[in-house]
């Protein structure tokens, strides 16, 4: 469990403007109309836009490098009620030319931790466009799926961290600020009934909570979904979303129960040799995006240890043992993992070492990675959630700054931490099996070369390289993902 709050400040500051200067790269809007509020028509939160300042050439540099970008408002635009954001929301409480602050707050249910995300966005006065000021990120293990048998208690970990959200945002703004959870792999994996349970009793959490709860604030978002709006993050915080480049990056989740790929193709090859439902086209600031991305269910960290092990959704857990090459061979333990306990352990008098661990951890991969044509290329990937804390864990990079990497980096290491597992014991029993299963990834699951640059990123200018900030757009701009 940790607490952080991030102070998040911009450079400098862009506004709205209507000129037919060519260098203006604000996205179009219509021309600002007073705010008129009608009754039962929210007049706040307004729908938010973002944009950036010109992305610089990537460097593989720390974050601090890249461009600052911001979350801007535009001036009050005429309002089209979408089923998202079609609600009463009481008012803002701050007369209309003072300085508004608002948050939004976004629940991350993964499967191994539900976070809470309070961003606060600031509007100096109506004609301004608002700016993310900083972000207020509080976690708590394990994750919803762990309480499938016992919901209520799943209840009680988001009413905990609903009292960091009532500490952050003012008493004042409480009624008008959207609280909105979506669920990752953990519930996935879940049989329905139960990851309904757990759905309900959130809801139930959120209906007694002093915050504004839109319709449909509780749900599992998919997985192409789940990419798409990490993507939509990440390309915000480096400075890549505006409506005239073509120059993005592509990011790389690795989750505990699923993974994810996710880029901008620049080659229609990329596109034509896909399966269709690896092709998300949604449009965001005027722009169309095609990206390639999916998910992989069952591919996280944590499921393809079980996967590695042959214990997931194997019969007799009571009694079974799931044993490894890829464990020292002393280990021995119960591990936990969505709620259910598995016994495993090393091959007490066999081998263990890389090339026996990497055969095993190919049987999770192979045959199920679709290997995009481009990846081969020169696209830029930002790796983040385990790749980040394996690389940080094998001291690969600088838990603070994060940094560049080569594919083959994690190949020498999980070589070397498989080669000398007693060494390594004490950073993780796993960490051998990790680090493996991280590289068969990168290399036969997706097809990246040993060559490959990857930006280990786990903040990007103090704000979380997490699907959330994406999702808070998606709430207030409500763009078509189809
Ligand atoms: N805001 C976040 C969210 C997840 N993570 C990391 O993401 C990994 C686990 O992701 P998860 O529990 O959401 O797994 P899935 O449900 O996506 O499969 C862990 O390494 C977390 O520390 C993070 O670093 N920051």
């Not at 890829?326 to 008098?349: M, N």
């Not at 786990?458 to 900030?469: H, I």
Request: charged share 20%; glycine share 8%.
């Amino acid at each position: 469990t940790y607490y952080r709050h991030h102070r998040y400040v911009p450079h400098f500051y862009r506004y709205r403007e209507h000129s037919a200067n060519a260098e203006n790269l604000l996205p179009e809007v219509s021309n600002p109309v007073p705010e008129v509020s009608q009754p039962g028509v929210p007049t706040f939160p307004e729908i938010p836009e973002v944009f950036h300042p010109v992305p610089e050439v990537i460097h593989p540099i720390p974050e601090a490098f890249h461009p600052v970008p911001e979350v801007v408002h535009p001036a009050p635009e005429p309002y089209y009620p979408s089923p998202e954001v079609y609600q009463p929301v009481p008012e803002a409480s701050s007369p209309v030319n003072m300085t508004r602050v608002f948050y939004g707050i976004m629940f991350d249910a993964g499967s191994t931790g539900s976070r809470i995300h309070i961003y606060k966005f600031i509007q100096k006065d109506p004609v301004e466009l608002p700016v993310l000021d900083n972000e207020m990120y509080h976690a708590v293990k394990p994750g919803l799926s762990a309480y499938k048998d016992n919901p209520e208690e799943g209840g009680n970990t988001i009413r905990q961290l609903l009292k960091i959200a009532k500490k952050t945002v003012p008493e004042e703004d409480w009624k008008r600020t959207p609280v909105v959870l979506k669920a990752t792999a953990g519930l996935r994996l879940l049989p329905e009934d139960k990851a309904n349970a757990l759905l309900k009793e959130v809801q139930d959490v959120f209906d007694e909570s002093p915050f504004f709860v839109p319709n449909n604030s509780v749900s599992i978002m998919n997985g192409a979904k789940e990419g798409v709006l990490a993507w939509v993050t990440v390309n915000f915080l480096t400075g890549h979303l505006y409506t005239n480049t073509r120059k993005t990056v592509g990011i790389l989740d690795l989750g505990g129960g699923s993974t994810q790929i996710t880029f901008l193709p620049k080659s229609k090859k990329t596109v034509q040799s896909s399966p269709s439902s690896y092709i998300a086209k949604f449009d965001l600031f005027n722009h169309t995006y095609q990206l390639y991305t999916h998910s992989y269910l069952g591919n996280g960290l944590y499921a393809a240890r079980l996967a590695t092990l042959g214990a997931l959704g194997a019969d007799g857990l009571d009694w079974k043992v799931f044993t490894s090459s890829c464990l020292p061979k002393k280990f021995r333990e119960d591990v936990t993992f969505g709620g259910t306990t598995y016994k495993v352990s090393g091959i007490p008098d066999g081998y263990a070492g890389y090339k026996l661990c990497y055969y095993e951890v190919m049987k999770v991969i192979k045959g199920i990675f679709h290997q995009p044509y481009e990846v081969k290329g020169s696209s830029v990937f930002y790796a983040f959630s385990y790749y980040y804390d394996r690389a940080v864990d094998t001291g690969l990079i600088d838990g603070s700054r994060g940094g560049a990497l080569e594919v083959r980096d994690f190949k020498k290491r999980a070589k070397e931490v498989c080669n000398k597992m007693t060494k390594y014991r004490a950073i993780s029993p796993f960490l051998c099996m990790d680090m493996t299963y991280i590289t068969c990834l990168l290399k036969e699951g997706f097809g990246f070369k040993d060559s490959t640059v990857l930006q280990l990123a786990k903040k990007v200018n103090n704000v979380e390289t997490s699907w959330a900030l994406g999702a808070t757009f998606d709430y207030f701009r409500n763009f078509n993902i189809h």
